[in-house]
């Protein structure tokens, strides 16, 4: 059977019961109780509304992920205010510090956009900042580009030059890389439980898997096959994959 299940939706933690007696942390507790031996992962949250409650079953359910997917997209209160976002940086920087507490270890991943429109330098040097202040596992980046029918592509200006946008997004990826390099290799030395998921790319006497915090993991499969949970130790790490024996 299936060893591992992922609740999605584009804003799950917003999920409410019909007659509302049940909001997303209770399902997740509910869940989490409901097959213990199955490793369960969510995606994706919202700043507005990931709560406490929500946070703290996370951290206190086992086969619950330590993974929380939490876009930001800009660093930037002003610019989050013209993206709607429904926060400011200082918001959501609250929000991270809790997760910290209550999941010691979480791997917090996001999306970045750059060069939204209006954004200055300054917008994007927060955007820089607050990924240094968090210290993302990873994050999904890109440049902004008009997409017809939303509120921006009627409303706003498209006015950052896309020599700027590609420079500015260059620099976001650049950060992360690094930071994601850094993460990853202090990893080297330790044992983690990975969920086998399919053979390497590369060769077929390597398995890939995943560790509850969504890091990719690429080691020697000896007798295991995918579906199997195994004790993997980090031999090596890139920016993107951590390379582990068993």
Same mark, same amino acid.
């Given at each position: 059977?299936?060893?591992?299940?992922?609740?999605? !939706?584009? +804003?799950?933690?917003?999920? @409410?019961?019909? $007659?509302?007696?049940?909001?997303?942390?209770?399902?997740? %507790?509910?869940?989490?109780?409901?097959?213990?031996?199955?490793?369960?992962? &969510?995606?994706?949250?919202?700043?507005? $509304?990931?709560?406490?409650?929500?946070? @703290?079953? &996370?951290?206190?359910?086992?086969?619950?992920?330590?993974?929380?997917?939490?876009?930001?997209?800009? !660093?930037?209160?002003?610019?989050?205010?013209?993206?709607?976002? !429904?926060?400011?940086? %200082?918001?959501?920087? $609250?929000?991270?510090?809790? &997760?910290? %507490?209550?999941?010691?270890?979480?791997?917090?991943?996001?999306?970045?956009? #750059?060069?939204?429109?209006?954004?200055?330098?300054?917008?994007?040097?927060?955007?820089?900042?607050?990924?240094?202040?968090?210290?993302?596992?990873?994050?999904?980046?890109?440049?902004?580009?008009?997409?017809?029918?939303?509120?921006?592509?009627?409303? /706003?200006?498209?006015?950052?030059?896309?020599?700027?946008?590609?420079?500015?997004?260059?620099?976001?990826?650049?950060?992360?890389?690094?930071?994601?390099?850094?993460?990853?290799?202090?990893?080297?030395?330790?044992?983690?439980?990975? /969920?086998?998921?399919?053979?390497?790319?590369?060769?077929?006497?390597?398995?890939?898997?995943?560790?509850?915090? +969504?890091? #990719?993991?690429?080691?020697?499969?000896?007798?295991?096959?995918?579906?199997?949970?195994?004790?993997?130790?980090?031999?090596?790490?890139?920016?993107?994959?951590?390379?582990?024996?068993?």
């Amino acid at each position: 059977g299936y060893r591992e299940v992922t609740l999605l !939706g584009q +804003n799950v933690n917003s999920w @409410r019961d019909t $007659d509302r007696s049940l909001d997303f942390a209770g399902l997740l %507790e509910g869940v989490s109780h409901a097959a213990p031996e199955m490793r369960i992962r &969510i995606t994706t949250s919202h700043t507005k $509304d990931i709560s406490e409650s929500l946070v @703290r079953v &996370i951290g206190e359910r086992p086969n619950l992920c330590n993974h929380i997917h939490l876009p930001v997209q800009s !660093g930037s209160s002003r610019m989050l205010e013209f993206m709607k976002r !429904g926060h400011t940086r %200082e918001e959501y920087l $609250d929000k991270i510090a809790m &997760i910290r %507490e209550l999941v010691p270890g979480a791997a917090i991943t996001t999306d970045l956009i #750059a060069g939204f429109c209006t954004e200055t330098d300054e917008d994007h040097h927060q955007t820089l900042s607050l990924m240094e202040a968090v210290g993302y596992d990873t994050a999904f980046m890109f440049y902004y580009s008009v997409r017809p029918g939303t509120w921006a592509a009627r409303n /706003l200006p498209d006015d950052v030059p896309e020599a700027v946008k590609k420079a500015r997004l260059q620099e976001i990826i650049d950060l992360q890389t690094a930071m994601s390099r850094e993460l990853y290799q202090r990893q080297i030395g330790t044992t983690l439980e990975v /969920l086998a998921e399919a053979e390497s790319k590369r060769s077929s006497s390597q398995l890939m898997g995943r560790t509850s915090e +969504n890091r #990719a993991v690429v080691f020697e499969r000896g007798g295991f096959m995918p579906g199997d949970l195994v004790q993997v130790r980090i031999t090596g790490a890139t920016s993107a994959t951590l390379k582990g024996v068993v």
